[in-house]
């Protein structure tokens, strides 16, 4: 399996776990930022849609240390191999070469479900119902992302409307638009312990490019070769370790928020 | 000219009025603007505006570039010549203060994402490229709508075969990618989507 260099005019994004509280605050944020509705009275953690999502792990081991962390949780917009490409009959998913960010076509997908079967991350969502927001909310749905429908997927691309957002006002103020910009998404501005950096490595905007070299940084699965974008920090062996999956431990996984 | 080659050409003749002419009347929902304006007299030799006069974009998308009533009033804080537009005008608008509820014949889907100040700013194409000879006319037409997809008849095309002479006939996603491709620019999803 060939691996890539992330390019580092691509954006980057970086958690720091142990910062982490589990608060769910990114996860609110998140959802209000890209018009995704109420869940249903009968969603569940599988089917319900949340672009990003907190995990709680543990290492089943209460006497060492810290014995749980959280894990925030967006999609890790892989940078080789991206699986969701790869399996779309419908060629609904694209990488933007320029910015790296993997993008969902809502518009185009047929909801067969292949790339969620194909995400090592569980980043993908389903939309099982239509998309129903209470009496007035409606009105407070962002103009900048496109509402999806039932029987799409839809998943986390890295708040893609602030950055065209970001774009718009560097051209008032004479940028080219091959330029990269600085924004940030939704989840790393309401993180209320900054545990989420965004932006990056070449222009190094919150520190990305120092902190994705540094000796904690680990990502998620990395033996599959899907070079995620993103990055997690950890001064804990056993969660940088748990992130290989190499051998087994005991993990049990629990949404909050 | 036998009979049947006849009858052919005059079924063939009908069922393409009906499908060319009668059809799209049916499936198009007019919607007069709120008030006649002229962009001719605007921009004619008398007064002698350009279109960024009063249309000024902003890095904010959102805003589609119509004018405002503040940039009416800059002139027409009261009555200015005879017509019946001009003194609706300044009564019902001007007077109360009340922004004109313009129907805009561009606004793109709600998926696209499109930005004037990219285009005219930083690629310094001319609004005629888009907008044909807009800024020259006298009247300002009816805004049609797709009864079933709320798109506008400018969007979708005036020439029902699907046909483009001008870069205006169309304001299709191809119509779009032509040009960039034209230019070099990208045509990646993102660029345009959202």
Known sequence: ??????????????????????????MVACAIENNVAPAHPDAT??????????????????????????????????????????????????????????????????????????????????????????EGMEQ??????????RGVVEKCNFCHGRYQAARASAAEHGQASSDPVTY????????????????????????????????????????????????YLSKHKWIRQMAQMEKE????????? | MNSGRLSFLAGLVGMLLIGWVFFPSLLYQKEPQPLQFSHAVHTGEAVGMT????????????????????????????????SEAEKRLVDEFVAHDREIPWRTYS??????????????????????RCHGSHG???????????????????????????LRFKAWDRMKMDDCSDCHDERGASNSCLKCHK
């Open chain 1, 1 to 26: 399996m060939k691996s890539i260099e992330i390019s580092p005019s691509q954006y980057v994004m970086v958690i720091d776990a142990d910062r982490c509280t589990g608060c769910g605050a990114c």
């Open chain 1, 45 to 134: 953690d599988r089917t319900g849609v949340t672009w990003m999502k907190v995990v709680k792990v543990s290492s089943g081991n209460n006497g060492d240390g810290k014995p749980a962390c959280y894990l925030p949780l967006p999609c890790q917009q892989c940078a080789a191999e991206t699986p969701c490409v790869t399996v779309c009959p419908q060629n609904a998913v694209e990488v933007d070469q320029q910015t790296g960010i993997v993008f969902q076509m809502s518009q185009r997908c047929l909801g067969c479900r292949y790339c969620m079967a194909a995400c090592p991350y569980h980043a993908r969502y389903f939309n099982w119902w239509d998309p129903e927001w209470p």
């Open chain 1, 140 to 149: 407070t749905l962002n103009p900048d992302v496109a509402p999806r429908m």
């Open chain 1, 184 to 231: 940030e998404p939704a989840c790393a501005q309401a993180c209320p312990t900054r545990a989420i950096k965004f932006g990056t490595p070449a222009n190094n905007e919150q520190g990305v490019g120092d902190l994705v070299h540094s000796s904690s940084a680990f990502r998620l699965l990395p033996r599959l070769g899907t070079e995620p974008r993103v990055y």
């Open chain 1, 249 to 257: 431990t005991s993990t049990g996984e629990e949404v909050h928020g």
């Open chain 2, 51 to 82: 279109c960024d006069n009063c249309h000024t974009f902003t890095a904010d998308v959102r805003s589609m570039a119509i004018p405002r009533l503040s940039n009416c009033k800059e002139c027409h804080s009261e009555v200015l010549g005879e």
């Open chain 2, 107 to 128: 606004r793109q889907p709600d998926n696209v994402y499109f930005s004037h100040i990219q285009h005219v700013q930083i690629a310094e194409i001319e609004c005629e």
């Open chain 2, 136 to 162: 020259k006319s006298e009247t300002l037409t009816d805004r049609q709508i797709n009864r079933i997809s709320g798109y506008s008849r400018n969007i979708e095309g005036q020439i029902i075969p699907g």
